[in-house]
């Protein structure tokens, strides 16, 4: 995976960061003005104090931040859509998406929506994580391809998700 520059960024791209040693990436939207819309779970890797630039504090759930409260002293990429399944099977796991992807404007209006409402659910690392929040963003489907790479299964394992995922949201809804 290749790093990318902050200033080859455009607004309604899907970043992430790598996190423990890249065992798995953190995900969001990138909206302009080095800032970010993305989902967070509870963590205690990161500083408790507010930030200086952005007044983010960290706490589950969607939040805008800088984007160094989104980075957190990590690399950053940027995720890839409409990808071949061959590229798919074979890249790393959360790094990619068979889908396409819709416009930069519509992706960055529907961040904003989901901030604003607080209505994509509460995070879970399983079926409802950051991968899942930015993909929903960019495709308006929600799905994450690490989850299932961190158990060793990519395209398959991504099947089996999506069938777990459904599941659950007809439980809880």
């Given amino acids: 995976m290749k790093t990318v520059r902050i ?5 309604g791209d899907h970043i992430f960061s790598d996190r423990k040693s890249r065992l798995y990436f953190h995900h969001g939207i990138y909206v302009g003005d080095q800032m970010v819309i993305h989902l967070m779970g509870p963590s205690k890797t ?8 952005c007044g983010f504090k960290p ?14 002293g990590h690399s950053l990429y940027r995720y890839e859509y409409d990808v071949s399944y061959l590229k798919l099977v074979f890249k790393r796991s959360g790094s990619c998406s068979i889908w396409d992807c819709r416009p930069a404007n519509q992706v960055v209006e529907t961040a904003y929506r989901l901030l604003e409402d607080k ?6 690392f399983f079926l409802n994580n950051c991968e899942d929040f930015a993909v929903y963003c ?36």
């Fill in 119 to 124: 209505s994509f659910g509460s995070y879970n």
């Fill in 7 to 11: 200033a080859d960024l455009r607004p």
């Fill in 59 to 72: 706490q589950a759930g969607i939040f805008k931040t800088c984007l160094d409260c989104f980075l957190n």
């Fill in 46 to 53: 990161y500083n408790l104090r507010p930030c200086e630039r």
């Fill in 138 to 173: 960019k495709t308006g489907k929600a799905m994450s391809n690490q989850t299932a790479g961190l158990f060793g299964f990519n395209l398959v394992g991504a099947v089996g998700y999506h069938a777990t995922k459904e599941i659950y949201e007809a439980v809880t809804n």
